[in-house]
Each structure stands twice: as C-alpha cells, then as structure tokens.
C-alpha cells in the first residue's frame, strides 16, 4: 500500500475559508477510486514562515493506483485549490510505503 501524503501550509488569513475547501475537495479526490481511505490532521509545530500546517494522506490500493491518479485526475484537482488560494498556501507531497502495521491488542 502506498500513502500519498500532501502537507500544506496555510496562511491564515485563508484558514477558515481553505479549511472549508479542504473537506469538499477530500471527497473528490476520494471519488477518484484510486484510495480507500484519507485521513486529514493538523501538523503540531510552529512554523517559522508562520500560517497553519496540515496533512492529508490519502491511502492508495496500490503503485498502480496511484500512477493512474497521477495520469487521470491530479492536474485538475492540484488547479482547482492553486487558482482559488495562489499564494496563501504552500504545498508538497510525498509518496510513502506501507511495510507494516502494528496495534495493540487489549483482550
């Protein structure tokens, strides 16, 4: 499984109105069917450049999946959030590998 992480820093004269896009764009994405699953959280350190920091990571089926999405969908969904919010927000995205998953077990 791979997980495509994208971690974005927000200004925050744009917080409220970006995190509103944010929880409509998620789904899009989702509805792409190339990721089962997304998990959205806020990054907890203080950046230097200021604004607010967060993570999406969208859990990918597989390497295959997640080139098609690259393919099919990423230009237009990446264009939707750069036209509405230009230079309010910095972004970058990295791909990582599941090689394992632990939980603890209480019986």
């Known amino acids: 499984m ?8 927000i200004d925050e004269s744009i917080h409220d109105e970006w995190l509103r896009w944010i929880k409509e764009h998620i789904p899009q994405v989702l509805g792409t069917g190339k ?3 997304a998990t959205l ?7 230097d450049m200021g604004g607010l920091t967060y993570s999406v990571q969208y859990r990918s089926y597989s390497r295959e999946a997640l080139d098609a999405y690259y ?3 990423a230009e237009k969904l990446r264009t939707e959030g750069l036209k509405k919010f230009a230079d309010k927000m ?3 995205r990295t791909e990582l590998e599941v090689i394992d998953e ?3 077990n209480f019986t």
């Open 2 to 9: 791979i997980i495509y992480n994208v971690t974005i820093n």
């Open 35 to 37: 990721f089962d699953k």
């Open 41 to 47: 959280t806020r990054v907890l350190v203080e950046e």
């Open 71 to 73: 393919r099919e969908d």
């Open 90 to 92: 910095l972004a970058f």
């Open 102 to 104: 632990y939980t603890v």
